[in-house]
């Protein structure tokens, strides 16, 4: 182990929360029970809005950004993880209310982790995080509910984004006929290579609809929220259900109750950051069963933790299209 390494620290400045390289040593870390060498972040939606400062995530500071990490144990006080475990842990405050994974090292808890499943590397672990463990979870959550392939098409919003484009490929390996929303024509030759078969423009779902629409999705995963899932949830077919996890387009949901009491239409609510072990562990096997490491590698792009700056105000802005894995050696 080095005596220093680097990590982007997120600090008050003038009142405001501003993220830069600092270096830090062992005893700058949590002092929690499980030391972890970490090899790989990522770039998740809610890590832009904290690096770049666009929207304040860090309820402390200072603050290490990044809410993934995967890497090796190499020191543990608990009897469960022992040094050389391959490992993962995403969400659980990390980067809001617990130290994050944007350094070379982290003290977590025991609690929080996930054994790597064999079938990745920590690389492609990362290329999963939390997004593409999101898109898992909101899968289940739609078979959990009932929600069957069958005539009527499962739509996914925000399609090319990282929890959309591994949404699509699940859904897609489960037998599900998938269409994609999204606002880049130039994503479809991409979507089609991970599994969609036909594309709503997103223009056509922000448009302000009536209560209730024509029949259209058996289920659906949203990450954007706002006007689309309350179209969404309209054109839901009866007994269906949307499994919705972000807010990209905005927190509010300017519908009606008449989807929910005259189709029946669920609307469930998929968090990642607090799910209990039982449900990550579910959604990593579904993920190392379900997901092709070559639809994985074609969402994929690494790129040197030096670039997260840059990486962050792209992903805000809607620029980056799949998953981008950060290395925190370089």
Request: net charge neutral.
């Amino acid at each position: 182990m080095t005596d220093t390494f680097t990590a982007i620290v997120i600090e008050d400045q003038d009142g405001k929360p501003k993220a830069g390289f600092r270096q830090l040593t062992l005893a700058d870390l949590p002092d929690n029970d499980v030391l972890v060498e970490i090899a790989y972040s990522t770039v998740n939606y809610k890590d832009g809005l904290a690096v770049s400062g666009a929207t304040k995530i860090a309820r402390s500071l200072p603050m290490i950004a990044g809410i993934d990490l995967a890497g090796t144990v190499v020191e543990s006080r608990s009897a469960e993880w022992k040094a050389g475990d391959k490992v993962v842990v995403n969400g659980w405050g990390l980067s809001e209310t617990q130290q994050g994974g944007y350094s070379r090292y982290q003290r977590v808890k025991p609690e929080w982790i996930v054994r790597l499943p064999e079938a990745f590397s920590l690389e492609q672990a990362m290329a999963i995080g939390t997004a593409g463990y999101t898109a898992s979870l909101c899968v289940d959550a739609l078979v959990d509910w009932g929600v069957q392939p069958g005539a009527r098409e499962v739509l996914v919003t925000g399609a090319a984004g990282g929890v959309g484009s591994v949404a699509v490929a699940l859904l897609a390996k489960a037998g599900y006929t998938v269409t994609a929303s999204t606002g880049r024509d130039s994503t479809h030759d991409y979507l089609r290579g991970l599994g969609a078969s036909n594309f709503v423009p997103r223009a056509e779902l922000e448009a302000k609809g009536g209560p209730l629409q024509k029949e259209r999705w058996a289920g659906a995963v949203d990450s954007v929220g706002s006007t689309i899932l309350a179209n969404v949830l309209a054109q839901t077919a009866y007994g269906g259900a949307v499994a919705a996890c972000g807010l990209a387009a905005g927190a509010d949901l300017p519908g009606s109750v008449m989807p929910h009491i005259l189709r029946g239409v669920a609307l469930i609510g998929v968090d990642s950051v607090m799910a209990p072990r039982a449900k990550r562990e579910r959604a990593w096997a579904r993920l190392a069963r379900d997901l092709d490491p070559a639809k994985l590698a074609a969402i994929t792009t690494v790129e040197p933790m030096s670039k997260l700056p840059e990486l962050a105000a792209q992903i805000v802005a809607g620029q980056i299209r799949g998953r981008v894995v950060v290395d925190v050696t370089r």
